[in-house]
């Protein structure tokens, strides 16, 4: 059990972890390079701590102690005590939920070693996600949280997507990024045959008008598949597009040619999970 210590300089040292967490772009670079993530509220916290993530230290306000005691008794790591104003000092913003967490980052698993059944493809149904150019931490933090939600087995990344364990997109998720695996498909998009060799179907979600409406898209299919979604503004590009075995599309109406990237992923998500 780690003993709580009081903290009242903002510049103290032992706050580094926590310092300008609203700067995006200093703390996109900062954290994966320094090995570390921010898990922000208690839920989140406790869903990275039984995930297996070690913890590095923790930020709390006084009213947290009580709540969190449980998981103070469980960790030698060092818990940092301070008020509010000073919270908001170090990190940049209002804490509101008074509860923050440095986790050390595990190593990110080969492609190969989060697909479901790879030395069987026949015999193991699986579906994945593949995200290219997803950059928005909440919507892919939001896509996390659905691909936990509707059964989807891991989440492949290409190397542009914004990084799962940045602070938004674990909060937009819920902690859902700790409990989907995930890995970074290099070279892109080349290393889309390695899920093919896997037994895996490639289906590109896309608003063409060409496309395979996904509920005529046969349920031999969608047994083990991979559902590929691109970019909030500009969808796949053309190489993933050709990379892909068959182009789906969800039907719409009212003339309306598209979804947001969150909405298009539940719904697609759900049909592959539940109708195949």
Known sequence: ?????????????????????????????????????IAEGEKVIRRAVAAGYR?????????????????IAETDAPVHVVEPALAEA???????????ASMERQPLPAV???????????????????????????????VYRSAAALGMDAVLLSPDCADP???????VSMGAVFTVPYARLEPWPGSLAALREAGYTILALTPAPDAVPLDEVPAATLRRCAVMLGSEGNGLTAKALEAADLKVRI??????????????????????????
Request: proline share 6%.
């Open 90 to 100: 170090v990190t940049g913003y209002h804490v509101h939920r008074g509860a923050l």
């Open 1 to 37: 059990m780690s003993e709580p210590s009081t903290v009242i300089d903002p510049a103290d040292p032992r706050l580094a972890d926590y310092t300008d967490l609203t700067d995006v772009e200093l703390r996109r670079r900062r954290e994966p390079a320094e090995g570390l993530f």
């Open 55 to 71: 913890m590095r230290s923790m930020l709390l306000t006084a009213k947290w102690l009580d709540v969190m005691a449980d998981v």
């Open 165 to 171: 364990l940045y602070r938004r997109a674990v909060k």
């Open 112 to 142: 190969a070693d989060i697909l479901p059944g790879a030395g069987s493809p026949d015999s193991a149904p699986s579906r994945v996600v593949v995200l290219e150019g997803i950059v928005d931490h909440a919507n892919l933090g939001a």
């Open 251 to 276: 039907p719409m109406s009212h003339d309306i040619d598209s979804l947001n990237i969150a909405a298009a992923a539940a719904i697609s998500f759900y049909a592959v999970a539940h109708h195949s």
